[in-house]
């Protein structure tokens, strides 16, 4: 099986830094506390303590056990994988489950202008106060190719650390294909799901001819038994992304929501085909469109 690295980057970080630095590290520390779970997960509730097959197969999914190598720096992540498949839904999943955890209070806004904006309580019936709970999206690329992983030394409070670095061809393709990305869109080269099981390479797109993306939204659906009940899944994912749409409208940043956009209706259309729902899936995000955004944008949006 071939080694895969995956780099992540945290759209908009530099400007959530310079408008607020508390809330910029929060976009990190989202990622922090899942991943925190899903090892404490990992190790009490293992996929192979499960005997129905189905639910160990769900369980999977929703671990980092895939995860040779994790390798964070300020807002930029390496993830490192010797099992392609497992390591694509993992990888989809913690994606996903990043924008899940902000994602109603987007959806749900009393500030619709500026939806990251949320009111909370400070502790049980401590008085109201407003945070700003960034959107905790990754542009990213992924790559196969020579890869050493290697120990450095570093300082930490004037003493001598231990950590690990990387460095391959492997690093330099991630890097550079997600270089390319606008929008939370994870490329590679074309023909990359050659890598992946007959089951996943539906869930890749051709951008162009040397280029081609990861539809990691579709994996929100995946685990769904039943098609038809699984595609009112959408809109958990739809509500809060047409809700910052709306507020960067006339901003550097709306490429990026409208990307973003383009992104979840590809990746909802891909998999409603391969599981015979695809004239559903299609109506569904053709009604969204023109109820949510502008009905002049459906041909544009279903490409």
């Known amino acids: 099986m071939p080694t895969i690295v995956a780099y992540l980057d945290v759209l908009g970080f530099s400007s959530y ?12 520390s989202h990622q922090r506390n899942i991943l925190d779970q899903k090892l404490v997960d990992g190790r009490d509730w293992p996929a192979a303590s499960y005997k129905d097959p189905g639910l160990a197969r769900v369980a999977s999914a929703h671990l980092v056990d895939s995860f040779l ?7 930029s992540t390496f993830l490192v994988s010797e099992e392609p498949d497992k ?7 913690l994606l996903l ?28 019936n401590g008085p109201l106060k407003r945070e700003n709970w960034f959107p905790p999206l990754w542009k990213g690329g992924l790559a196969t190719g020579t890869l050493q992983i290697f120990p450095v030394t570093g300082i930490e409070r004037h003493k001598r ?10 690093v330099v393709k991630a890097v550079r294909a997600a270089d390319t990305a606008r929008g939370p869109r994870l490329f590679c080269e074309a023909g990359f799901e050659q890598h992946f099981g007959d089951a996943f390479r539906p869930f890749f797109r051709r951008v162009n001819t040397s280029m081609s993306e990861l539809l990691w939204p579709a994996f929100k659906y995946i685990d769904g038994n039943n098609p038809r009940v699984d595609v009112n899944l959408f809109d958990d994912l ?20 409208d990307e973003f956009l383009r992104l979840l209706i590809r990746s909802f259309v891909a998999w409603g085909d391969t599981v015979g729902v695809g004239n559903e ?9 023109q109820a949510d ?5 459906i041909g544009m949006y279903l490409d």
Request: proline share 5%.
């Open 161 to 170: 650390v231990t950590t690990s670095n990387l460095a391959g061809t492997a």
């Open 293 to 297: 955004l502008n009905e002049s944008l």
């Open 69 to 75: 190598h994790l390798l964070p720096g300020s807002d």
């Open 238 to 257: 739809w509500r809060p992304a047409v809700a910052l749409w709306k507020s960067k409208k006339g901003q550097s940043p709306f490429e990026h929501y």
């Open 281 to 289: 899936v299609k109506i569904l995000a053709r009604h969204r469109i």
């Open 17 to 28: 830094t310079e408008m607020d630095l508390a809330g910029a590290i929060s976009v990190l």
């Open 97 to 124: 489950e990043c924008l899940q955890l902000v994602g109603d209070a987007y959806a749900n806004t009393d500030t619709p202008q500026q939806p990251e904006s949320v009111e909370i309580r400070d502790f049980t």
């Open 87 to 93: 390591f694509l839904c993992q990888l989809s999943n």
